[in-house]
């Protein structure tokens, strides 16, 4: 404090003296130490330092441990999740399955035994002597499950004897013709062309008095034939079916009666198969309706006649046209009803079972094709044969020509108006068809045998298709009843007209390549038929039942061969033969049904000399064609 003092002093004495006038000083501040607060931050330090010297202490006492964790995961995507990203909504995820895992099956000790009451008492009261059950209850159940097992066997049972009884029968015919010594008749009127006939069971009752009218063989199964009989001639009350159109599908191996008996309304005058199975059966009726029978059906859905002490289950139509009304049907006669089929389908139909190129669908083996009707007015008509995948047996309301639970029905698909080919508006009248016949390598164009002395020329589709008519020299009107084409592959066909005249036209040409003018006598000619087994040789029928054999290759001017046959014939049929042409039934010679006035029917078998075809013939008939075309 002194030396601060003395301090004060010196600036005193130093400083000038001041003036009486000059202002007066002000004292400058002072600066005070704040010794406390010092001392508190010496203590602090001190407590710091002891803190610092104890954590550093501590710190080699204790280690410390590592933890770790992730700070992103991502799972790799299941297959399911890369689909449904993929293919399927983008918003959309699965979000649980089903898998039946509450379905927990525990093993235990012990199995829970079904048991059953059964006695038996010896001796005993009653014809059976055993009994069971443990009350009406178990009954019930034996009873329900027997009868269950009954209805399935009932069934099955009734297929398999309609299917062996055939075979049965067929069997014992066949043995009974083998104990007589012989297979076939005899051929005892020479006739030149047949080995022998078989003839089919005409005298019953309900076939009496009618005609065949017309007899078409299956393209396939040769051995199968359908007959169109006429009304019968006088109506006895005791007919059951006199006032029914009636077409009989035969079995030649079982010519003792036919295997399916179908009915129609009106009197059929054309029938035809389905083209590769016998499924089928198609009839054009006098009163313009086409039906269709469904040979699939079983026989409790038609009605059972008792003929002779003889039961037949006669089969009405699955579909008749009867119900279309309008345009859609026909409103004259239907002379011809054709099935459309490619020549690719007929061969692989063919084929036997199991080789290569034999498996067909479904649209082609009987159940979806088209098929071609002609009536007398000149129109055709193009119906598509359809099978219905759900049939209601209550009927529908729709389809009234459709038999309650039937599955095949008709449907209009197109139709061709035939017109006169004259010019002339004055000598257009209206135009009378006759039969119809498709060209086997082309079925889209058609042919049509007319009263107008021609043979009209239409197509399916595709326009326009010369010539529109094959007319005859004279241009004559004259009913052109019967036409046919080669079946093997030959341009050209054969026409035959109720003049007796026999005209060979080329299908480029409107004009005939040759008439034979006197190739009945100018007798009416019923068929003509060209043979399927040689190139060379046609058959023609008139209407005083003979049959004129015809080979072109030994002599192109008349018949090589005239028979006489008994009565009158109404029609007649060749069937296919596959080791000709590729069509028919592989191992079966080929045969022709001829049909009499008084309802006969005989299968003749042809013989080996118009069975076998030399390897040159066809050759020789195409050049010899080339010559006169």
């Known amino acids: 404090m002194a030396t601060l003092r003395s301090r004060d002093r010196r600036r005193n004495d130093d400083s000038p003296p001041s003036d009486d006038t000059s202002r007066p000083r002000t004292s400058r501040s002072r600066t005070f130490v704040n010794f406390v607060a010092a001392k508190q931050r010496v203590i602090s330090n001190k407590v710091a330092s002891k803190q610092k010297k104890r954590g550093k202490e501590l710190m080699r006492l204790i280690d410390l441990d590592i933890a770790s964790f992730d700070m992103f995961d991502l799972p790799p995507m299941k297959e399911y999740d890369m689909y449904i990203r993929s293919f399927g909504r983008s918003d959309t995820r699965q979000a649980y399955v089903q898998c039946n895992e509450d379905n927990i099956d525990r093993d235990i000790q012990t199995d829970e035994i079904e048991y059953r009451q059964k006695w038996t008492q010896f001796p005993a009261d009653d014809m059976i002597g055993v009994g069971?059950?443990?009350?009406?209850?178990?009954?019930?159940?034996?009873?329900?499950?027997?009868?269950?097992?009954?209805?399935?066997?009932?069934?099955?049972?009734?297929?398999?004897?309609?299917?062996?009884?055939?075979?049965?029968?067929?069997?014992?015919?066949?043995?009974?013709?083998?104990?007589?010594?012989?297979?076939?008749?005899?051929?005892?009127?020479?006739?030149?062309?047949?080995?022998?006939?078989?003839?089919?069971?005409?005298?019953?009752?309900?076939?009496?008095?009618?005609?065949?009218?017309?007899?078409?063989?299956?393209?396939?199964?040769?051995?199968?034939?359908?007959?169109?009989?006429?009304?019968?001639?006088?109506?006895?009350?005791?007919d059951k079916l006199a006032h029914k159109g009636l077409v009989c599908l035969w079995n030649i191996n079982e010519a003792s009666r036919p295997q399916k008996v179908l009915s129609c309304e009106s009197a059929p005058l054309s029938c035809c198969f389905s083209p590769t199975k016998t499924t089928l059966a198609f009839a054009g009726t006098a009163d313009g309706s086409v039906v269709v029978w469904d040979l699939r059906e079983p026989s409790f859905m038609h009605h059972a006649v008792l003929i002779d002490k003889n039961e037949w289950v006669i089969r009405m139509p699955t579909y008749s046209t009867d119900g279309v009304i309008g345009d859609e049907n026909h409103h004259s006669p239907v002379t011809t009803v054709l099935a459309i089929v490619s020549p690719v389908d007929s061969i692989k139909a063919s084929l036997p079972r199991g080789s290569v190129g034999a498996n067909i669908s479904d649209e082609t083996s009987g159940l979806s094709f088209q098929l071609a009707t002609v009536e007398e007015q000149a129109i055709i008509n193009f119906w598509t044969v359809v099978e219905i995948s759900k049939p209601d047996k209550a009927g529908s309301e729709s389809d009234l020509g459709l038999v309650p639970g039937g599955k095949v029905k008709l449907i209009k698909s197109s139709s061709v108006k035939l017109e006169s080919p004259s010019r002339d508006v004055r000598t257009k009248t209206s135009i009378r068809a006759f039969q119809m016949q498709l060209l086997p390598k082309d079925p889209n164009h058609l042919y049509v045998g007319t009263d107008l002395g021609c043979v009209l020329h239409a197509v399916r589709y595709g326009g326009k298709s010369p010539p529109k008519a094959f007319t005859n020299e004279l241009d004559v009107p004259v009913d052109i009843v019967t036409v046919d084409f080669s079946p093997f592959g030959l341009p050209c066909f054969l026409a035959g007209g109720v003049d007796g005249c026999l005209r060979l036209y080329n299908i480029t040409s409107e004009y005939p390549v040759v008439t034979w003018t006197n190739s009945t006598n100018g007798m009416e000619i019923v068929k003509v038929m060209w043979s399927r087994s040689k190139p060379s040789v046609f058959y023609v029928i008139d209407i005083t039942a003979k049959v004129y054999t015809w080979d072109l290759l030994k002599r192109d001017g008349s018949a090589v061969k005239i028979e006489q046959f008994p009565g009158r014939l109404t029609t007649c049929s060749l069937s296919n033969d596959h080791a000709a042409t590729g069509f028919g039934l592989p191992g079966r010679r080929p045969e022709m049904a001829i049909a009499v006035d008084n309802g006969e029917i005989e299968i003749h078998r042809l013989n080996d000399e118009f069975y076998k075809a030399a390897a040159d013939e066809l050759d020789k008939t195409t050049s010899f064609l080339d010559k006169i075309m």
Request: proline share 2%; glycine share 6%.
């Open 132 to 238: 069971g059950g443990d009350g009406e209850e178990d009954d019930e159940e034996v009873a329900q499950e027997k009868a269950k097992k009954k209805v399935v066997d009932s069934s099955k049972l009734v297929n398999f004897l309609e299917n062996a009884g055939q075979v049965i029968s067929i069997l014992l015919e066949e043995n009974l013709a083998m104990k007589a010594g012989r297979e076939l008749q005899t051929n005892k009127r020479q006739i030149v062309f047949s080995e022998g006939y078989t003839q089919l069971n005409s005298e019953i009752s309900f076939l009496k008095g009618r005609q065949v009218v017309h007899i078409e063989f299956h393209p396939v199964q040769t051995h199968i034939l359908l007959t169109a009989h006429s009304m019968p001639r006088k109506i006895s009350s005791r």
